[in-house]
């Protein structure tokens, strides 16, 4: 049965909650129908301090794509290739999940689940495939994956992705519940990066030996579906980048 993925919202200052379809009032959480020009509140009550809603709304799942391998490299690092220990160049990413499950009206740290993480280089090629010519079957770079620790958190060294023909700057990753989980459950999607922070990128080695890129966020038709749902916040971080993608999964 599919599982519904969610991630962080701020509430209204104002005490309402709308994200999802879910409402936060004075007589608890409630759902609004998609499309609802109006609320439909219950009978007034005595005033009551607000209850808490759930830190997570909805998030979509995206295409896997052509290039999914299961690995099963279990790693942090994610820059080398284990077959000859190069790294891959590129500006550094520090990417962290905070992978969470939905339990009632609260989001509970979702320890032991698997979050794989793999995209391109800074000259937009992927490792142990055969595309565009390019054929790198056995190498393993830019792929990996984490277990979530007790607070749900998955920590990844990597770089700022490169572009290919056809797609905006995008990384793929997929959640699934550890082997030996009662209940099986997967969730594939991916993130995607400001326009102006990947020009920026962009203009220094080894980027820009790939010339100016032909695929912007708005002209990917996938990032055009829900994209906008999908992007990950950066900070500065040294020389490179940090992001933080807080994701809570509603299990079956």
């Given at each position: 049965m599919p599982h519904r993925l969610l991630v962080r919202r701020d509430l209204l200052r104002t005490g309402l909650a709308l994200a999802a379809g879910w409402v936060l009032g004075a007589g608890g959480i409630f759902r609004v129908s998609p499309g609802a020009r109006?609320?439909?509140?219950?009978?007034?009550?005595?005033?009551?301090?607000?209850?808490?809603?759930?830190?997570?709304?909805?998030?979509?799942?995206?295409?896997?794509?052509?290039?999914?391998?299961?690995?099963?490299?279990?790693?942090?690092?994610?820059?080398?290739?284990?077959?000859?220990?190069?790294?891959?160049?590129?500006?550094?990413?520090?990417?962290?999940?905070?992978?969470?499950?939905?339990?009632g009206s609260?989001?509970?740290?979702?320890?032991?689940?698997?979050v794989d993480v793999w995209h391109c280089d800074a000259l937009g090629v992927y490792s142990d495939v055969v595309d565009r010519g390019v054929d790198t079957r056995g190498r393993k770079f830019l792929r990996g994956y984490q277990v979530t620790d007790a607070k749900g958190v998955a920590e990844f060294r990597t770089i700022y992705p490169g572009w290919y023909q056809g797609r905006t700057v995008h990384i793929h990753f997929k959640i699934r519940t550890a082997p030996g989980a009662v209940r099986a459950s997967e969730f594939t999607s991916q993130l995607y990066?400001?326009?102006?922070?990947?020009?920026?990128?962009?203009?220094?080695?080894?980027?820009?030996?790939?010339?100016?890129?032909?695929?912007?966020?708005?002209?990917?038709?996938?990032?055009?579906?829900?994209?906008?749902?999908?992007?990950?916040?950066?900070?500065?971080?040294?020389?490179?980048y940090a992001g933080t993608f807080a994701i809570g999964l509603q299990m079956p």
């Amino acid at each position: 049965m599919p599982h519904r993925l969610l991630v962080r919202r701020d509430l209204l200052r104002t005490g309402l909650a709308l994200a999802a379809g879910w409402v936060l009032g004075a007589g608890g959480i409630f759902r609004v129908s998609p499309g609802a020009r109006t609320i439909a509140w219950p009978s007034a009550r005595p005033a009551q301090p607000l209850l808490a809603a759930p830190a997570c709304v909805v998030r979509p799942a995206q295409t896997e794509g052509p290039y999914f391998v299961d690995e099963r490299l279990n790693r942090s690092d994610i820059r080398s290739d284990p077959s000859d220990g190069t790294i891959r160049p590129g500006a550094p990413l520090r990417l962290v999940f905070n992978v969470s499950r939905v339990d009632g009206s609260a989001c509970v740290p979702l320890a032991g689940a698997l979050v794989d993480v793999w995209h391109c280089d800074a000259l937009g090629v992927y490792s142990d495939v055969v595309d565009r010519g390019v054929d790198t079957r056995g190498r393993k770079f830019l792929r990996g994956y984490q277990v979530t620790d007790a607070k749900g958190v998955a920590e990844f060294r990597t770089i700022y992705p490169g572009w290919y023909q056809g797609r905006t700057v995008h990384i793929h990753f997929k959640i699934r519940t550890a082997p030996g989980a009662v209940r099986a459950s997967e969730f594939t999607s991916q993130l995607y990066f400001d326009d102006t922070v990947s020009d920026q990128v962009y203009a220094q080695a080894p980027y820009a030996s790939r010339g100016r890129r032909t695929t912007r966020n708005e002209q990917d038709a996938i990032f055009r579906a829900n994209g906008a749902q999908l992007m990950l916040p950066l900070a500065k971080d040294g020389a490179g980048y940090a992001g933080t993608f807080a994701i809570g999964l509603q299990m079956p």
